[in-house]
């Protein structure tokens, strides 16, 4: 499955942005899609996930209120709704997918190129 994450930009401290991941090639509705992040000179970190049916959602305890994840399997499609945005939120955003319901980046073989997330203060 290919994955194309979009929406990243510019945005000032408490603005508002939406990610999309956009899948083709093979349908979504299997997998959990999970969303990272990777500050410069720091690791990939999960940001959050959403069990393929929808049912379930994990959030990295930095997001949990400000960052809602969902998705539309109709549309092959995840988005990812970030609120409140605070500086050390800018990071390059990946999501990924799985056939397994895991906030670990390694046992995520499907990935989207990222796009960057930049928040000034």
């Known amino acids: 499955v290919q994955l194309q994450a979009s929406g990243g930009g510019l945005v000032q401290a408490g603005g508002s942005l939406r990610l999309s991941c956009a899948a083709s090639?093979?349908?979504?509705?299997?997998?959990?899609v999970g969303w990272f992040y990777q500050a410069p000179g720091k690791e990939r970190e999960f940001v959050t996930a959403?069990?393929?049916?929808?049912?379930?959602?994990y959030y990295a305890d930095s997001v949990k209120d400000r960052f809602t994840i969902s998705r539309d399997n109709a549309k092959n499609t995840v988005w990812l709704q970030m609120n409140s945005l605070k500086p050390e939120d800018t990071a390059v955003y990946y999501c990924?997918?799985?056939?397994?319901?895991?906030?670990?980046?390694?046992?995520?073989?499907?990935w989207g190129q990222g796009t960057l997330v930049t928040v000034s203060s």
């Open positions: 959403i069990s393929w049916s929808g049912d379930y959602t």
């Open positions: 990924a997918a799985s056939p397994i319901r895991t906030p670990r980046a390694a046992l995520y073989p499907y």
């Open positions: 090639g093979r349908t979504l509705s299997s997998y959990t």
